[in-house]
């Protein structure tokens, strides 16, 4: 163990003969011993930390501080919202009544968390415009694979066993031509025009009666709205195809317009970020799933169902003949939902039209204040996140990594860079409609100010960060060099 002490940095709290804490006896006596094969059992004792109580508590304690939160600065992250979680989120997926809950009790006692899953379903199906909802999905790309699922699960009931192609827009999230190859579908890569934007001359000799059906975010990746959206939806159903949409940057479009007018028929919500709940570092998340009418017999079991009686409602869960099977266990995420059934009550239906607006303005007044810094490869609107191709000045050698280093340094996050994969120094800068002006105003002058510095003293940019607890490092050698173990820390 190592720990920071008075701005000295001490590598090894372990001492020997140190004790913090004593494990309870086993009760269970020799009997496990008894049982283990004898090629399973230690040869000798675990060679684990000694170490005092208070030791180990401000060791995490410690630990914690350098992490860095939403609660402790600004994100201007890119494909990802990491937008601000309310505390009354919290509150109510912490609250007693649901988290004493067990999946398996009589449906009679689970009523109240019935309907929240219920009522979640018809609140997101009204926001998307859309049929219905399933919220069994752990993630977005558990929901992406789960919508292809569903897309393949139609042509397979109308024997259209050789529609196994998926079209991708090149400048596409990853998780789209992974989730089409995960289910087992061809993707078919679409070209970009010079504005961002789907290239419709390209797409229209790859339609065909082999295509399954096209995945887009609208905006997508680069923060441009697709303006030919209805086109190429009516293009792809002629085709006999289904449309895709991809709900990473649903962000900006809550409140102004839905997926599903546009001519989406299958959709995933990142729950987890759109409607605020903590996410990264591998979860929580879920990825509901959407349909137009005429799909929602093939979302997975099992489902939700109101009865309506003459003294009220009353929840079940069931399942369909023609569902395409299970995707999760029981109903999904259930905290996470909690959290975002409490962020759109809290919105109501007067503030959730505020989102998209107030995120896309956010990202405007960024893009437009640092346009005379840094490479702007695409001019005119953008939605909720913009891409800069590194700094406008590149005279000195100073590159996207460099300038996203500097930032920690400043106090920032780093944004997402080198993605997209259609600019060389990609820097994606995606301000949520949380974010003050204020802070938007700090951010830009830190950008500004590392501008400068870049062509004033290039060497420092290059050898960022500086003040943080672990210096610059050798990307590559920490991936694949990772020291995880504590013996292997002592040597």
């Not at 590598?11 to 094969?37: A, H, I, T, V």
């Not at 009522?119 to 219905?132: D, R, V």
């Not at 949409?245 to 649903?250: E, Q």
């Amino acid at each position: 163990m190592n720990n920071t002490y008075y701005g000295k940095l001490i590598f090894e709290l372990s001492k020997e003969g140190r004790q913090g804490y004593s494990l309870p006896k086993n009760e269970l006596g020799d009997y496990c011993m008894e049982n283990l094969p004898a090629n399973l059992m230690r040869g000798k004792a675990p060679a684990l930390p000694q170490v005092d109580e208070l030791t180990v508590v401000r060791h995490y304690t410690n630990m914690s501080n350098n992490n860095f939160g939403v609660d402790t600065g600004f994100y201007p992250l890119g494909s990802c919202t990491m937008k601000y979680n309310p505390k009354i989120n919290e509150e109510m997926a912490a609250h007693h009544a649901f988290t004493c809950l067990h999946p398996l009790q009589d449906i009679d006692t689970v009523q109240g968390a019935l309907e929240v899953y219920y009522s979640l379903q018809q609140t997101l199906a009204e926001l998307a415009g859309l049929k219905e909802f399933t919220l069994n999905p752990f993630a977005g790309a558990h929901g992406e694979l789960t919508g292809l699922m569903v897309m393949r699960s139609y042509h397979l009931s109308r024997h259209d066993e050789q529609r196994t192609k998926v079209i991708v827009p090149d400048s596409a999230h990853g998780t789209n031509p992974a989730s089409a190859a995960v289910c087992g579908l061809d993707v078919v890569v679409v070209k970009s025009r010079p504005d961002g934007t789907v290239d419709v001359d390209d797409l229209r000799p790859l339609l065909d009666d082999t295509v399954a059906g096209m995945m887009m975010t609208n905006p997508n990746t680069l923060g441009i709205f697709e303006h030919n959206i209805a086109e190429i939806a009516k293009l792809v159903h002629d085709a006999g195809g289904l449309m895709y949409y991809d709900g990473a940057n649903l962000n900006p479009m809550l409140g102004v317009c839905r997926p599903g007018d546009l001519g989406f028929d299958i959709m995933h919500i990142n729950l987890h970020k759109t409607f605020s709940t903590p996410h990264g570092g591998g979860g929580p998340g879920s990825g509901p799933v959407g349909v137009r009418q005429g799909l929602e017999q093939f979302l997975p079991n099992p489902r939700v169902i109101r009865h309506d009686e003459e003294d009220g409602h009353y929840y079940t869960i069931g399942e369909s003949d023609n569902s395409l099977g299970y995707v999760s266990g029981f109903l999904g995420n259930f905290a996470v939902m909690m959290r975002a059934y409490t962020y759109l009550l809290t919105l109501g239906r007067e503030n959730v039209k505020w989102v998209g607006p107030l995120a896309t303005l956010n990202a405007n007044y960024v893009k437009e204040s640092l346009k005379d810094c840094y490479e702007l490869p695409l001019t005119g609107v953008c939605k909720h996140e913009f891409v800069f191709d590194g700094l406008k000045d590149k005279s000195t050698g100073v590159t996207t990594l460099d300038v996203a280093k500097r930032l920690l340094d400043y106090g920032f996050h780093a944004p997402t860079i080198y993605f997209p994969l259609l600019f060389h120094e990609a820097m994606m800068i995606e301000p949520t409609e949380n974010e003050s002006k204020e802070t938007l105003d700090s951010f830009i002058e830190v950008m500004r100010t590392i501008a400068r510095e870049a062509h004033e003293q290039p060497d420092m940019v290059k050898s960022a960060p500086h003040n943080t607890p672990v210096r610059r490092l050798d990307d590559t050698k920490a991936a694949l060099d990772q020291i995880v173990t504590y013996r292997e820390l002592n040597g």
